[in-house]
């Protein structure tokens, strides 16, 4: 199960990132520190109201004013698409869902606060605001809904009135029938009705971007921090512009963080791209924290019914799920599919013959919803978690048992979940079995008493997972041997702090013979690397690593070919070590510098590695925590984390990963609420109101790994980029449960658990 004992690279290798030294020392390369010759400065006018008829005054005075070079409204750029959605999903009825129109900028109405109304351009960004301050903007108020739980009540304001509902879509999965007969044959059903709290990405680097066009070739270039320069190039290419996507270059510098939602196009892209081209040069906007709260798609939001049918000795026989799913004002680029893609993850880990699940998609005057970390399969896993929990509790089943009673033996592996989901590998009740041991679980009556002894609540919660990540496909790689003897690799996948030159980088070293420093990675130029699929869904080392093998592998052949000619020997007799290639046992050796000025043409590998299904990766979180009745306060004391994700790359960067996940995890269990009044304004719109995880709310994580190698990945890798947000929010919440429930007779609370709320729920009970 353990991977094997690691070199100094290849696989395994716990290689330090290569990208950390530039970054911790300041010489990173952001979208903000491009500061191209003559750029203008560009400011957006936004919505003030989530829902309003909107009539736009005079705006002479504005353009007109100190500075300014440019003001777009809608009525300039009628040549423009829409905002695509580019994921819509299949009903009941076979139908696909309707897609009302999302402009680049608001015309007449506008439903969401923060939404885009003007764009304005000057030689500062000061310039810039104080024009728009000029902009007068006639707001006529409509009635708002932001309560997903009651869009669809009859007397709920429409989003869009032409519509008669707020109703956007409806799947359905699983068989209803099946499940309407284990249900009538249940001994016992157990039902929940839970939230998922809407929540902000607040990734470090806000997003910013740089409008350039070149009259002579006609070209256009966009720079921005992004998850994908292709996936962009097309859409703003295609879907807005109007243009052919060779028509169009997008850089990528370094990237403070994507986490899903640095994915998709925003309005300013196309914006500035427009601008660049009226004006004749550079155009840069940059977002601010506030901006980020109003503009950028937001993550999560679900209220969800579901119920587990179960035997008399708790086995499972049927789940129902009813999931309500916030789509914001419009359909985001991908939003009707995160909540679809977790509906597919429903039966988690356990063999649960018959399942029926609805989801509908609702409008709300608020800021759309689309990936944030997992993506749907987060929301998934922590409804199922959270209904596993209550269900042990009232079979009178400890957590694990219920769970082992229910898992998907290996044996059986490999599975079809109702939903068409292919488990190929796993362990699921041994790595349960380890968090288990490692948290001291049959210790915890002890800890429990003496936390009472000092007037706390200590509690214990469990969590298993399984997500589908790496999704079927290929990422093309290439490696190319320069004339100097130096190696770099041309990729489309995206780093956004992963550390993708560290993990690719030692693969091609462990090949090549050579030390990290001496192979470059190219990613983030749409002209320079001809295909890519980006960064997203735990994607780019399950499916990129295995063509940055092949193609180096490609490489090394070809190399060795010509340094047999030169050397006088067999190919299978030499080697590549120190920057060169050598006759095994003797001195005689030819330089990689020498072999490619020696090719009769430059000499490189592609590959892409094709992958026929998703990967599985799973695993158990157990947290423990102590609250502080009086207060409210939670404290985590302790977080056991056992994954298995196949096989280890690099367990330096597989730990950050992890870490990262859970603390997100954490930030949305104990303390991040968006939080919209009934008007629609976002009251919880900075850091002031917006409680983010610092370093002190944040335990020592214990974490390992059960691997066992997926035989769907062409290395055994199964992703590990979301997993940490998967078990994390559903482990933090059933330990919170069980300190309410143990203290103060509490049976349930939603995420946030923040200490007012928690007091607040101790309050209750106690009266």
Same mark, same amino acid.
């Given at each position: ?16 990132r290569?990208?950390d ?15 191209p ?7 957006v ?15 002479s ?12 409204t ?18 009941p009825?076979?139908?696909?869902a ?11 109405? =506008?439903r ?5 109304i003007?764009f ?14 000029l902009?007068?903007v006639?707001?006529?108020p ?7 739980? *009651? ?5 709920a ?7 008669g509902?707020?109703?956007?879509f ?9 499940t309407?007969?284990a249900?009538?044959?249940?001994h ?12 902000v990405?607040n990734?470090m ?18 720079t921005?921090?992004? *998850? ?6 097309g ?14 270059? =997008? ?25 660049a ?5 550079? =155009? ?28 008399e ?10 999931l309500?799913?916030a789509?914001g004002a419009?359909?985001?680029q ?7 893609i ?5 039966t988690?880990?356990?063999?649960i ?24 399969r ?8 959270r209904l596993?929990? &209550?269900?042990?509790a ?51 009556e002890?800890?429990a ?18 997500e589908?990540?790496?999704f ?34 030692q693969?091609?070293?462990e090949?090549?013979?050579?030390d990290?420093?001496?192979?470059t990675m190219? *990613? ?13 869904g ?14 180096s ?6 190399i ?17 070590m120190?920057?060169?290639? &050598? ?23 592609r ?5 026929a ?15 502080d ?5 939670t ?27 859970a ?15 009934e ?15 610092r ?10 790994t ?35 429930r ?17 007091? *607040? ?7």
């Amino acid at each position: 199960m353990n991977d094997m004992a690691p070199g100094k690279f290849g696989i395994g290798a716990p290689v330090r990132r290569k990208e950390d030294v530039a970054l911790v020392t300041g010489h990173g390369c952001y979208t903000d520190d491009i500061q191209p010759e003559g750029a203008l400065r560009c400011h957006v006018l936004r919505a003030s109201m989530a829902h309003a008829r909107i009539a736009l005054g005079d705006l002479s005075e504005a353009r007109a004013a100190p500075g300014v070079a440019l003001i777009l409204t809608a009525d300039d750029i009628t040549d423009l698409g829409l905002m695509p959605t580019k994921a819509n999903v299949t009903q009941p009825d076979g139908t696909k869902a309707e897609v009302p129109p999302r402009p680049v900028l608001a015309r007449d109405i =506008v439903r969401h606060i923060g939404e885009p109304i003007a764009f304005v351009v000057a030689d500062t960004i000061a310039n810039a605001k104080s024009a728009a301050e000029l902009i007068e903007v006639d707001y006529e108020p409509l009635d708002a809904i932001v309560d997903t739980a *009651q869009a669809l009540a009859p007397d709920a304001p429409l989003v869009w009135p032409e519509r008669g509902s707020n109703l956007a879509f409806t799947v359905e999965m699983g068989d209803a029938e099946a499940t309407r007969q284990a249900f009538e044959a249940a001994h016992h059903v157990t039902r929940i009705e839970i939230v998922n709290n809407r929540l902000v990405c607040n990734y470090m680097e806000p997003r910013g971007c740089i409008g350039e066009y070149d009259a002579a070739s006609g070209r256009y270039t966009l720079t921005a921090g992004t *998850q994908g320069g292709h996936g962009m190039r097309g859409v703003i290419a295609g879907d807005i512009l109007g243009i052919d996507a060779a028509d169009l270059r =997008v850089i990528t510098p370094d990237v403070g963080g994507g986490f899903g939602t640095k994915n998709f196009v925003y309005p300013e892209y196309p914006l500035a791209l427009v601008a660049a081209k009226r004006l004749g040069v550079p =155009v840069k906007w940059v977002s601010e924290r506030t901006e980020h709260f109003l503009a950028d798609a937001h993550g999560r939001d679900n209220v969800t019914a579901a119920e587990v049918a179960m035997d008399e000795t708790g086995r499972f026989l049927g789940l129902r799920i009813d999931l309500v799913a916030a789509m914001g004002a419009y359909l985001h680029q991908y939003g009707p599919f995160i909540p679809n893609i977790g509906m597919t993850m429903s039966t988690g880990l356990y063999d649960i013959p018959a399942l029926h699940a609805k989801l509908k998609g609702v409008y709300t005057n608020t800021i759309p919803t689309d990936a944030y970390r997992g993506a749907g399969r987060p929301e998934a896993a922590y409804v199922l978690e959270r209904l596993v929990d &209550r269900a042990a509790a009232e079979m009178d089943l400890a957590p694990a048992e219920i769970r082992r009673r229910n898992f998907i033996p290996p044996e059986n592996l490999p599975y079809t979940t109702p939903t068409g989901r292919m488990y190929d590998t796993g362990d699921f009740a041994a790595h349960m079995d380890i968090a288990l041991k490692t948290a001291d679980w049959d210790g915890f009556e002890a800890r429990a008493q003496a936390a009472a002894e000092r007037g706390l609540y200590r509690g214990i919660g469990l969590a298993t997972y399984i997500e589908a990540c790496a999704f079927a496909g290929s990422e093309e790689a290439t490696v190319e041997l320069g004339q100097d003897g130096s190696l770099t690799l041309l990729i489309g996948t995206q780093s956004n702090g992963q550390g993708h030159a560290t993990a690719y980088g030692q693969i091609i070293a462990e090949q090549f013979g050579v030390d990290l420093d001496a192979i470059t990675m190219i *990613q983030g130029d749409t002209d320079r690397v001809r295909r890519g699929g980006g960064t997203g869904g735990s994607r780019s080392i399950p499916i990129g690593l295995p063509s940055v093998l092949e193609a180096s592998k490609s490489l090394v052949k070809k190399i060795k070919d010509l340094a047999a000619d030169k050397l006088e020997a067999g190919v299978e007799d030499l080697e590549l070590m120190d920057g060169a290639v &050598r006759v095994v046992g003797t001195d005689r050796a030819v330089t990689l510098a020498e072999i490619a000025a020696a090719a009769p043409e430059p000499l490189s590998g592609r590959e892409a590695v094709k992958q026929a299904e998703a990967t599985y990766p799973n695993g158990t979180h157990v947290c423990e925590v102590e609250i502080d009745p009086e207060t409210g306060d939670t404290r985590i004391v302790d977080y056991v984390i056992v994954d298995d994700f196949g096989v280890t790359v690099n367990p330096l960067l597989l730990a950050g990963q992890v870490h990262g996940g859970a603390v997100q995890a954490i930030g949305q269990a104990l303390m991040e609420h968006t939080v919209f009044d009934e008007d629609g304004q976002l009251v919880t719109a900075s850091f002031l109101d917006y409680q983010m995880p610092r370093a002190a709310d944040i335990p020592d994580f214990r974490f390992q790994t059960h691997n066992v190698p997926s035989t769907t990945n062409a290395l055994g890798i199964k992703g590990a980029g979301e997993a940490g947000t998967i078990g994390g929010c559903p482990a933090v919440m059933n330990a919170v449960n069980d300190a309410l429930r143990r203290g103060a007779g509490v049976q349930h609370i939603d995420m946030p658990a923040t200490p007012f709320r928690v007091w *607040q729920a101790i309050a209750a009970a106690r009266s």
